[in-house]
């Protein structure tokens, strides 16, 4: 089955870092373009960042309020990808999903993992 | 970038009833090279991840009821319900995935 777990969410402090990560079962994350995607608490879906397919070079694009504070990158040898969030804001709060672009679209997705940025 | 609008916000319909949301782009998201639109449809219940019901603008993924069906083109779709369920009470969002990808801000589907 394939299948996404993240984890590593929790509570940090307004400029203070976390790192999640997204453990891939029943494919080779490698193989695909794998995304992030949050949602505020109550609000709608947005994009985050992508890292592409090794085949594809392993280059990473992100959304232009996380640019040059985000980092994603990615574990070959452990089937993981993580999301580096660096000088975090109020803003940044969200349950945080991966999601692989196996066909273009978005599937399959995690069940998400809740960070939280508040003093 | 390309921006997704999505109408209504908000929706009511009655059990067994149509329902009928629009997405609309900011730019073509047609790939004149393969003739495919790149969007995709998700539904979102509370506390779930999205789940993909429509790709290529209009290829049901499998599983997913025949009640369910998209339409559209280059810059103005649609995704219809033909006989709402209570189990389709839900968010639904547009997707596209021909540049880096943005999604619409979600349509609420409840029983009126």
């Known amino acids: 089955e394939v299948q996404l777990v993240e984890s590593g969410g929790g509570l940090v402090k307004p400029g203070g870092s976390l790192r999640i990560s997204c453990a891939g079962s029943?494919?080779?994350?490698?193989?695909?373009?794998m995304s992030w995607v949050r949602q505020a608490p109550g609000k709608g879906l947005e994009w985050v960042g992508r890292?592409?397919?090794?085949?594809?070079?392993?280059?990473?694009d992100y959304a232009a309020p996380v640019k040059g504070r985000f980092t994603i990158s990615r574990d070959d040898s452990e089937n993981i990808v993580y999301l580096q969030m660096n000088s975090l804001k109020a803003e940044d709060t969200a349950v945080y999903f991966c999601?692989?672009?196996?066909?273009?679209?978005?599937?399959?997705w995690g069940q998400g993992t809740l960070v939280t940025v508040s003093s | 970038d390309i921006v997704m609008t999505q109408s209504p916000d908000s929706l009511a319909v009655s059990l067994g009833e149509r329902a009928t949301i629009n997405c609309k782009s900011s730019?073509?998201?047609?790939?004149?090279?393969?003739?495919?639109?790149?969007l995709a449809w998700y539904q979102q219940k509370p506390g779930q991840p999205p789940k993909v019901l429509i790709y290529?603008?209009?290829t049901r993924e499998s599983g997913v009821p025949d009640r369910f069906s998209g339409s559209g083109s280059v810059t103005d779709f649609t995704l219809t319900i033909s006989s709402l369920q209570a189990e389709d009470v839900a968010v639904y969002y547009c997707?596209?995935?021909?540049?880096?990808?943005?999604f619409g801000q979600g349509t609420k589907v409840e029983i009126k």
């Open positions: 290529w603008a209009s």
């Open positions: 890292i592409k397919s090794k085949s594809d070079g392993d280059t990473t």
């Open positions: 997707q596209q995935y021909y540049t880096t990808p943005s």
């Open positions: 029943g494919f080779t994350l490698s193989t695909a373009w």
């Open positions: 730019q073509s998201v047609l790939y004149i090279s393969n003739n495919k639109n790149y």
């Open positions: 999601a692989a672009a196996l066909n273009n679209w978005f599937d399959p």
